[in-house]
């Protein structure tokens, strides 16, 4: 069955370095999200991606985030200078009619 | 807006007895309703959804979920709970008359825990 797979599974990071988190969504999907669950809190939802571009954000995902698609395959979520507030599971999502296929998530910790 | 809402943060149940985990939600349109279960360390796995049709759906593990239009409630449930059950279940809906995102909102989450 095919499925969406995330790499690190875990990444530890020093304040103020960046981050790339990398996903690998199913292939034939179109739609690629991510999302992020603070420990013990809620899914919420980070920034849409369709067609090479954002196509929705949330308040979250200010200057400090930013998403590409480098080869047509991976799509990847950068912080380019962590908080410590940064540190939670973020979830890659990719989208085929009306269900979301999520990957197994990248642990983000912040130290 | 688009919303839900989990209002348990916990249930629990003896093993054997039937058990249900709550949500409502709030969209403009008629919504796609959606069941996550994530267990601990794992990411968020599909369990059903209702898109249209029979309000009863019935989905991976036993599980089934009742569209009720008049309460704005998709109410998770199962007749017969198995320890194996114990994790954190997510409730999402998504707007289908949003254009382009397809953007899921994901309640609080509600931690079952069943007893043996």
């Known amino acids: 069955e095919p499925e969406v797979t995330q790499t690190p599974s875990h990444q530890v990071t020093q304040m103020g370095q960046e981050v790339i988190l990398r996903c690998v969504p199913i292939?034939?999907?179109?739609?690629f999200y991510w999302y992020r669950q603070i420990l013990g809190q809620k899914v919420e939802f980070l920034v849409s991606f369709y067609n090479n571009e954002i196509s929705e954000k949330s308040e979250i995902f200010d200057d400090q985030f930013s998403v590409e698609r480098p080869d047509g395959s991976n799509f990847t979520l950068k912080i380019r200078s962590t908080k410590l507030e940064d540190s939670a599971m973020y979830f890659c999502a990719s989208i085929e009619g009306t269900e979301a296929f999520f990957g197994q998530g990248t642990r983000l910790t912040v130290v | 807006a688009q919303s839900v809402a989990q209002p348990e943060d916990q249930v629990n149940v003896a093993e054997g007895n039937p058990l249900t985990v709550k949500c409502t939600y709030s969209v403009s349109g008629n919504p796609y309703l959606f069941w996550y279960v994530q267990y601990p360390n794992r990411g968020l796995q599909f369990l059903l959804k209702y898109i249209t049709g029979d309000n009863l759906v019935k989905g991976s593990y036993g599980f089934e979920a009742e569209f009720n239009k008049s309460q704005t409630s998709f109410h998770l449930k199962k007749p017969s709970a198995l320890v194996s059950d114990s994790a954190l279940y997510f409730c999402a809906v998504r707007d289908p008359t949003t254009s382009g995102t397809y953007k899921y909102i994901f309640g609080t989450g509600t931690r079952l825990k069943v007893l043996a």
């Open positions: 292939s034939n999907h179109l739609y």
